[in-house]
Nanobody, 119 residues
Framework: QGQLVESGGGLVQAGGSLRLSCAASGLTFARYVMGWYRQAPGKQRELLARISAGGSTNYADSVKGRFTISRDNSKSTVYLQMNMLKPEDTAAYYC?????????????WGQGTQVTVSS
């Protein structure tokens, strides 16, 4: 059974940076499209960035130019580098894995890591 574990969240001042990590286990990591999502209280979960098995990326407009998704298949880990953080980036951040054979279906979710940006 696959598992995703996020880390790296915390409290940061506006304008600061954080790097989130998501370590995968129990799955063939290179066969999964990986994504980062966030959910703020009272809001819907928002897709922020995705990275294909081959490394192609796409981003939501809200984070384009500030956040960078990357993956290290040798470590079964996906990262989210977050720069120029804003108070509105405050949310719980989740990683997700989508098997390349089941596009559009999320197979695994992490438990989430909290990011709080103070003004």
């Amino acid at each position: 059974q696959g598992q995703l574990v996020e880390s790296g969240g915390g409290l940061v001042q506006a304008g600061g940076s954080l790097r989130l990590s998501c370590a995968a286990s129990g799955l063939t990591f290179a066969r999964y499209v990986m994504g980062w999502y966030r959910q703020a209280p009272g809001k819907q979960r928002e897709l922020l960035a995705r990275i294909s098995a081959g490394g192609s990326t796409n981003y939501a407009d809200s984070v384009k130019g500030r956040f960078t998704i990357s993956r290290d298949n040798s470590k079964s880990t996906v990262y989210l580098q977050m720069n120029m953080l804003k108070p509105e980036d405050t949310a719980a951040y989740y990683c997700a894995a989508e098997h390349v054979g089941n596009p559009g279906t999320t197979n695994y979710w992490g438990q989430g890591t909290q990011v709080t940006v103070s003004s």
